[in-house]
């Protein structure tokens, strides 16, 4: 055990990641959608950023720089996101999310959220305090583990 943290808590993400996604991604009605999961990660990756540059993409949705362009090329086609060139780079292509993008991650949002409340309604309102206090505190941790 490395300072103060057990290594099986550490472990536990593992175990944490894949069903954040279940929740998320059965949450998404991807036939109805017609994006890929990647390009779903893309557009989730850029909730509450301005822009992000392709190198970013590819970190977030832990992808290579090609498989994160390949997955940006049909959003951009679509109209969820488009590409800028950096101002103070003019080499340094960003991709933000387009009014359609934007529309399309708060619908999301509305689904995952009537998707999880209720799931949450069959827990107890301590059970729903500490899962509240419980996320809030994770996603705080790993925001200054980036």
Known sequence: MNGLVPENAIISLLEIFPKCQKIILNSIDIKH?????????????????????????????????????????????????????????????????????????????????KNLVSKLDKLTKEEKEEFTNAIYTTLNILKKLE
């Open 33 to 113: 959608s017609h994006l890929t999961k990647t390009q779903i990660f893309v557009l989730f990756s850029l909730i509450g950023k301005p822009s992000l540059n392709m190198s970013q993409i590819a970190s977030y949705i832990a992808s290579s720089h090609e498989q994160a362009t390949r997955a940006v090329a049909p959003l951009v086609t679509s109209g969820y996101v488009e590409r800028f060139f950096d101002e103070n780079n003019r080499k340094l292509v960003l991709i933000r999310l387009t009014e359609i993008g934007n529309n399309f991650i708060s619908f999301e949002k509305e689904q995952l959220i």
